[in-house]
């Protein structure tokens, strides 16, 4: 079993560096990866049932996708923003708007998923003022989601964690999400989405739709342990929407690129929105890049008659060539090597490993090759840290996957083989074990 002290495998001055999240003895430094296992530069091996985060859909190793931006990088590797744009990027955004959904025919590229969501809120706002509505600038996304780390996309999030940046954005109105009515008042998933769209409209009558541009929700929201939308329960929304002229947003930066079985979950659920965020699984982590696609509604705003549409500001870097050349050989590659199909196969092998290692200690939820896990309770835990001392304990058995809270959560490369697949468990088995104690 790995050792979790990696002091010895880190420089002694570590003063310069800002980590992404707070330093401790479970840090790694991370060396070199190969399918997907990665290595640290201690020479621990580590199997990733994450995909990094949701993103390394087809592992560390892609060669389809290393080929493209080898190439890509040997040609053009950046353009002038100002004056052009390249091949791979025309390319990619006519493969993206082919995978979406029905009329979402127009791709603004970015450069992760952060920028994607506050372009979509720049985007619904401008609609709405170019359609006459003025007044329109709130909008709606759910507690306790998540929608990226800059500031318009923070004061989307819900969370009490973020307040600490001070007052966010004006406008955003949070409202909740289906799963807590299923927790606080005990009905089933069909009824919890019934009695979450309606606290939706309420609150979007409350604000006055006037005043309401967009409401802005993920499919299914992993901070709050891959929650998933009831049946029906966006096709609801889309009806809210439409019936009050608010544009719908869907963040599939998670979702997206096959996880849930379909394409987008869009598809899957079966609502489309007037503007689809999506990122993380577009480049297979071979390149920061995300997108918005939206419909004709919203393109038609944006351009003065027919052909291309234009947005701005942008930035430096979105629609690069090297990212476009990763996204474009990664959609490629999900189309055309047989994932669609080899990834329900995966799937339920998968979902099966996962229930039996759960067992009592928690309640499974999946989607395509997305997992979470309610776990239950620690005694004498006022905290509920179910979720990062599962996570730690699957760290020190050289398997990664996300813990908060009273969840964990796990999305295993399309790639993951059979045996891969029983490794995974029985690791997240022995560190349930631990926790836990033993089954109970």
């Not at 351009?303 to 996204?327: Q, V």
């Amino acid at each position: 079993m790995p050792s979790t002290d990696h002091r010895r495998a880190w420089p002694e001055d570590l003063s310069s560096y800002c980590f992404e999240v707070p330093f401790n003895q479970d840090s790694i430094l991370f060396e070199k990866a190969r399918g997907i296992r990665l290595t640290d530069t201690a020479g621990r091996s580590y199997i990733d049932s994450l995909s990094g985060v949701f993103v390394t859909c087809f592992g560390y190793s892609c060669e389809p996708v290393l080929d493209a931006v080898t190439q890509q990088l040997r040609t053009l590797p950046f353009n002038p923003p100002l004056h052009g744009t390249n091949r791979a990027a025309l390319a990619l955004t006519d493969a993206l708007a082919r995978l979406a959904p029905e009329g979402l025919n127009t791709v603004k590229l970015v450069n992760g998923g952060s920028e994607a969501v506050e372009a979509a809120m720049r985007l619904a706002r401008y609609t709405q003022r170019q359609l006459g509505r003025s007044g329109r600038y709130k909008i709606l996304s759910y507690y306790h989601g998540y929608h990226g780390a800059t500031f318009g996309s923070l004061s989307l999030t819900g969370r009490p964690d973020v307040t600490r940046f001070g007052p966010g954005l004006p406008g955003a109105v949070h409202v909740w999400s289906p799963d807590m009515f299923a927790a606080v008042h005990q009905v089933e998933a069909e009824e919890s989405g019934r009695l979450a769209a309606e606290a939706i409209e309420r609150t979007l009558l409350a604000e006055g739709p006037d005043s309401v541009a967009a409401l802005v929700v993920e499919p299914v929201i992993h901070l709050r342990g891959m929650a998933i939308a009831p049946d029906g329960y966006l096709a609801r929304l889309r009806e809210i929407c439409d019936r009050h002229d608010v544009l719908l947003v869907f963040d599939e930066i998670v979702t997206g690129f096959g996880r849930t079985g379909r394409p987008f979950a869009a598809q899957t659920l079966g609502a489309i929105p007037d503007l689809m965020c999506v990122g993380k699984g577009i480049s297979a982590g071979y390149a920061p890049l995300a997108a918005v696609l939206f419909n004709d509604t919203v393109a038609g705003i944006l351009s003065d008659g027919p052909g291309p549409s234009s947005f701005a500001p942008s930035h430096t870097y979105a629609a690069n060539p090297l990212a476009a050349a990763a996204g474009l050989a990664a959609v490629t590659h999900y189309t055309e090597g047989g994932f669609p199909a080899g990834n329900v196969a995966l799937a339920r092998s998968f979902n099966d490993g996962l229930t039996q290692a759960i067992a009592d200690r928690g309640d499974v939820r999946g989607i395509g090759l997305l997992y979470g896990a309610k776990l239950r309770p620690l005694p004498d835990d006022p905290d509920a840290s179910a979720g990062a001392a599962v996570a730690s304990a699957c760290q020190e058995r050289g398997l990664i996957l996300r813990g908060q809270d009273d969840w964990i959560t796990l999305a295993p490369a399309f790639t993951t083989t059979a045996a891969e697949t029983e490794e995974i468990c029985g690791k997240l088995t022995d560190a349930l074990d631990k926790v836990y104690g033993g089954r109970v």
